[in-house]
């Protein structure tokens, strides 16, 4: 299948001189939800505002649904919607006329109804004719989200979408999500907060000084780069490792009370069957187990230090 | 062509400047009516006509011209200005438009706006002035010309501003002395000659002469090179924005 977004070996130098993307390949696949992760300043928001024309491209290309941005830009900017990482609001204005300027913007007839529709989705309906200035931040954001959905775009970008933003919100805007994705919307959305995508994502890419580094389904990127580790507690303490189990590379803990044995779960074997038949061989007893795995929060920094 | 965005644009403006009624319409509508009926009155006891048009009627043109070029700077600068200062035009950089739909939009609704004053200024001096139009289509062409055109330029200074008082300095320290100087209170060729020469080199002098003409039938200047002159600014405007959309100019980065 063709992808709905194609980034191919795109660069950004800033007029100040800074290169802010280097050769960027990158594809989104349609109906997905993409996490883009990385630090601040990585070019995240670099990469986010070139596909939706906002900041110019200095060499490369991108499609949306098989359009170059640059060339057929009617085309690729009315299927997206931005959710931008600032706050930008119209003061004066309120919820629903700003929903309907952008509607129209995206070159979408009138459709009061739908509009009323997203409104309520993110509980802005009982507000919509007051001036945003007098809105609350989170609330600013609602309308923000509003304003992306207003012309119902395939993909949607949302930067930083939960940077400073109450549980609440948090919640109705995953609600949002779940259901864009169910209708078929692409979402790609930026943090460096790893649960974000750790949650949502079906796919997620890590971006850092400009370079994709690397780009997995979340589940097979935990399973690959995820380590595991199982914790027994003993029954009795011991002074040391035995030797007949050296072969597990087993580390005791100071009070020799705790046993743990690293393992990959991208090996068929991961030998814990076989560990517990040895331990039970030397006569070692145990209290408790417990396995756990690392976070793909764990995962980004290894990724991130490695590349600096 | 996104004719829905032009007709967003465009409504969104006109109800903004109807939110600011008082301000947008009432405020250059009064200060005009002032003018004339002061300065009428004022240099009128000493200067009873100029080339056979009775003083009172003869500044009107003038500051018609003076309200409506600086109403239509101030609009459409305000209404890019504004977006650019809060960031909301964002939405317009990654919106399917080009340039002809923003322009459109932006430059239609401050225009529009321009053209209202004006007519009701017009009204408003028919009270108080015998006025005659003895050609009505041109009056109107000239409006429509100078609104559109200046409420262009007023645009690429919202663009090129990028603090609030270079958006006050053009109309202020600009148009108003060059209106002023441009024979809106005198003929011109009441200076001495040398002066008449330098007048020549205002370009505002060929619009209020132009449109004096349409009123009147006397002008300083022909009307065909009056009117040569707003259409040579109209596109040398809409060949600037155009540029601008093309490179992005003070807009992408
Ligand atoms: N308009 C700009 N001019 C110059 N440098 C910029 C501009 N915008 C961003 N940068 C620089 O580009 C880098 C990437 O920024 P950005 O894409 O915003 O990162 P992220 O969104 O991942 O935090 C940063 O070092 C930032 O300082
Ligand atoms: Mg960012």
Redesign the interface.
Known sequence: MQPIIRVSNLSKT??GGFQALKNVDLEIHKGEIFGLLGPNGAGKTTLINIV?????ITSGTVTVAGYDIVAD??????R?G?V?Q?L??????TPF?VC???????????DPEYIEKVLRSLSLWDRKDEKIMLLSGGMKRRVLIS?ALAHEPDILFLDEPTAGVDVELRQDMWNVVQSLRESGVTVILTTHYIEEAEQLADRVGVINNGEIILVQEKTRLMQELGKKELVLQLSESLASVPAQLAEYKLELNDSGMELTYHYDTKQERTGITALLAALHDAGIKFNDLSTSQTSLEEIFVGLVNKGT | MNFYAIKAIYRTEMARMMRTIVQSIVAPVLSTTLYFVIFGAAIGSQIKEIDGVAYGAFIVPGLIMLAIMTESISNSSFAIYFPKFTGTIFELLSAPVSFVEVVLGYVGAAASKSIVIGLIILGTASFFIDLEIAHPVIMLLFLVLISVSFSLFGFILGIWADGWEKLTIVPVLVIMPLTFLGGTFYSISMLPPAWQTVSLFNPVVYLISGFRWAFYENADVAIGLSLGMVLGFLFLCLFAVHWIFKTGYKLRS
């Open positions: 800033y007029a939706c024309g906002i900041v110019t830009y009617r085309e690729t900017r009315s997206i931005l931008p600032e930008p609001t119209e003061t004066f204005e006329n309907r300027l952008s509607r129209g913007l995206f070159g979408k007839p009138e304003k």
